[in-house]
């Protein structure tokens, strides 16, 4: 067990680990001895239910068998996008705003244009059937939480995600997309006392729903206007919330952001007072040495996203400058259309071999700090109350089959390090969310994984009729002032 608990420290690993948990929650974890089995049979006895063994009462201390797996807490996701799942694959092979403009505002742009026909098609809004497919990716590589940045014409389909993450039983913060300028013409926020309204709106619905919440996440800041972004600053100030904004992604349109604007999007940001120890900004690859330095002095929070800077060519964040400064950053996948999965060890490998090839320093971001960097930091990011297993957390637990040939030899000394270098994501083999499983012996329990696959498929293949004929979108940022320059 690798319980990445501050109390029992962080580096800690345990040879025969065990958790108990009661509803949603851990009320022990530690070692495991005979002694603390037949306490935990005597307590519980035939209220018991044990991983691995098929009894169901009488048990003796015999049956709490060695599962052969690493058991870890849930990892925590600080920035995706539930909906782009069913656009794996979809314009490859370009930057940002163009795969922005040719993939998701047009997928998005198509559930909104064909809702009634799709609705009527699957007997449920199109929007859910893709965001329970993201819910599906995230719970296949043990991802029990995350913060969901519902952008684009998803502002609109607050309440389907909330019931995704329902049926799900993840834990969810959605934050809310807006934006005024420079973006889809559809669904410009003006006067953006819409968007204020629209926040208000939701957190009246879906303020009070078990493991959801909602905070504002402006789209970018190229695509929100100073009057808006100040007035969704005061409403998360207000509601006591986070709020959530991707920031310096691509080079191209940092470069326009700050040719159009003298100045660079931090130094906007922080004109603005919109810079403080509750602003996530989703990327930050792109960085002047004030902008560092900005970002250190407010105490503003970085969530790096490599698979998703990589594809897209965006450049990788400066993570050696940002430790040493101490700027607090996490790694996290990115939706699956740019990233292009939810493997998120896979995420905190690619940060670590691209940083270290680039400084030619093996000793930075090691396996143990990697493991924290989709843990319990991002939990702590997040206000959550999971991220490590430890007495009062919530029960949000992976299992890693350590049979499966590429994590033998696993030991003590070595099993963190196995799990950032050697596993490929897929031996996530059982996930309980807040005390349910969601997926046991590499079975999906919640929700049903057969019609989801079914439906995604299907939607997937209507978008693609749906490409055909569809007029092609050139809305968004730089891409935008380059196609009407053109013009
Ligand atoms: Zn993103």
């Given amino acids: 067990m690798v319980p990445m608990s501050r109390p029992m420290g962080l580096s800690k690993r345990i040879h025969d680990g065990y958790v108990l948990t009661e509803n949603d929650k851990i009320i022990e974890a530690g070692e495991y001895t005979e002694a603390k089995g037949e306490q935990i049979i005597k307590d519980f006895g035939n209220d018991l239910s044990v991983i691995g063994s098929q009894k169901k009462g ?13 058991l870890l807490p849930g990892f925590v996701k600080a920035h995706g996008h539930d909906h782009e799942s069913p656009i794996i694959g979809i314009a490859k092979d370009c930057s940002l705003t163009a795969w922005l403009d040719g993939a998701v505002n047009l997928f998005t742009g198509f559930l909104d244009e064909k809702r009634e026909e799709l609705t009527n098609k699957f007997g449920k809004s199109p929007n859910l059937v893709a965001y329970l497919k993201a819910r599906v990716d995230d719970i296949y590589y043990g991802i029990t939480s995350s913060m969901v940045h519902h952008c684009n014409f998803n502002k609109y389909r607050v309440e389907d995600i ?79 919330t986070l709020i959530h904004i991707h920031s310096s992604e691509e080079p191209e349109t940092t470069a326009w952001f700050k040719k159009t604007y003298e100045m660079t999007p931090i130094e906007y940001a922080d004109s603005i007072g919109f810079l403080d120890t509750n602003t996530i900004l989703a990327h930050q690859v792109n960085n002047t040495d004030n902008d560092l330095d900005i970002i250190q002095k407010t105490g503003a929070k970085v969530v790096h996203n490599p698979l998703a800077n990589t594809i897209l060519g965006s450049g990788m964040p400066p993570l050696k400058k940002m430790t040493e400064i101490g700027i607090p950053y996490v790694i996290s996948t990115d939706g699956s259309g740019s990233a292009d999965n939810q493997n998120i060890l896979s995420a905190a490998k690619a940060a670590a071999q691209y940083q270290k090839a680039l400084h030619r320093d093996a000793t930075f971001l090691t396996s143990d700090v990697l493991l924290q960097k989709i843990t319990v930091e991002p939990a702590e990011f997040l206000r959550l109350n999971t991220g490590s297993l430890e007495k009062g957390k919530d029960a949000d637990i992976v299992l890693i089959d350590l049979t499966r040939p590429n994590l033998i030899p696993s030991r003590l000394d070595n099993i963190v390090e196995n799990l950032i270098w050697a596993s490929d994501g897929s031996e996530v083999k059982t996930v309980i969310a807040n005390g349910r499983f969601v997926k046991s012996d590499y079975k999906f329990t919640l929700p049903d994984f057969e019609t989801i696959v079914r439906e995604v498929q299907l939607l997937s293949e209507m978008l693609t009729d749906y490409m055909i004929t569809a007029a092609k979108i050139t809305g968004t940022g730089a891409h935008k002032y380059e196609a009407n320059t053109v013009a």
């Fill in 58 to 70: 009488d048990f003796t201390a015999n049956d709490i068998v060695c599962n052969e797996t690493c």
């Fill in 162 to 240: 909330v019931e995704a993450n329902r049926q799900a039983h993840t834990k969810m913060i959605v934050a809310v997309g807006s934006q005024d300028r420079h973006y889809d013409d559809r669904i410009l926020d003006i006067p953006h006392g819409l968007a204020i309204d629209r926040l208000n709106d939701y957190q009246k619905k879906f303020g009070e729903v078990e493991r959801t919440s909602i905070i504002p996440g402006p789209d970018q800041f190229f695509s929100n206007g100073p009057e808006l972004l100040k007035a969704l600053k005061k409403w998360s100030m207000d509601n006591g």
